[in-house]
């Protein structure tokens, strides 16, 4: 079955670059998401990248997908206070109605 | 305008009780699905619909038991409750269409505490 591998627990000083790696076993996953989840919250959507693509900017936030190695990263530029939270990488391996798969889901804490 | 909702948010209940959790979605999506996060936040796939149908069912007990009454509504019943049961449980919903761009969009989750 698909399994998803994050390290657990990231920290960081406030205004360096945050990095969060994720590892998956799926080679067919088409599309790869990451959702970040504040303390007593729900699930938001930070960004997505399509099987084909190796790299995805969208403001502070870059995805770096190696799909050989079947890795993906995310990068929090500039880190800040507010990015303290659970990132989750999740994937799903075809369309239709096929289930998303997470992550173990990796703790950023920030270093003032 | 919340796209999913979930009723109630917490829920605070007693072993052996039977309970409900309520989700809707006004999304207009195809396929809703219930998750659940334990004590150490894993997310795990309990079950999805499509269109009123059932398409997945991971290994759950049978005490739990998913209902749609229509493609907006996904319910989850949950009979006898346990002290493992404990846990929050967070519906889903996506688009039956080839564009995932959008991801699966969630409710903000049901935290269920079995005393």
């Known amino acids: 079955g698909e399994d998803v591998e994050q390290s657990l627990f990231l920290s960081v000083r406030e205004g360096d670059s945050s990095v969060i790696n994720c590892t998956y076993t799926?080679?067919?996953?088409?599309?790869l998401y990451w959702y970040k989840q504040e303390p007593g919250a729900g699930l938001q959507l930070l960004t997505y990248i399509f099987s084909n693509m190796d790299m995805k900017q969208d403001q502070r936030l870059t995805v770096l997908l190696n799909k050989k190695d079947k890795h993906l990263s995310l990068r929090i530029a500039d880190t800040q206070t507010g990015d303290s939270a659970i990132y989750f990488c999740?994937?799903?391996?075809?369309?239709?109605?096929?289930?998303?798969?997470f992550g173990t889901g990796t703790r950023l804490t920030i270093i003032p | 305008d919340t796209a999913v909702s979930q009723t109630p948010k917490y829920l605070v209940t007693q072993m052996g009780n039977d309970k409900s959790i309520k989700c809707e979605q006004n999304?207009?999506?195809?396929?809703m699905y219930w998750y659940k996060q334990d004590s150490k936040k894993f997310l795990k796939i309990m079950f999805s619909?499509?269109?009123?149908?059932?398409?997945i069912n991971e290994t759950v007990p049978n005490r739990f038991s998913p209902k749609s009454p229509d493609k907006a509504h996904l319910n989850l019943h949950i009979n006898s409750l346990e002290l493992g049961d404990s846990a929050v449980y967070f519906c889903?919903?996506?688009?039956?269409?080839?564009?995932?761009?959008?991801?699966?969009?969630f409710g903000s989750g049901t935290r269920l505490t079995v005393v």
């Open positions: 999304l207009g999506h195809d396929t």
């Open positions: 889903a919903s996506t688009p039956q269409s080839r564009d995932r761009r959008y991801g699966y969009t």
């Open positions: 999740a994937e799903t391996p075809n369309f239709g109605n096929e289930k998303l798969t």
């Open positions: 619909y499509n269109n009123k149908e059932l398409i």
């Open positions: 799926d080679s067919s996953s088409t599309y």
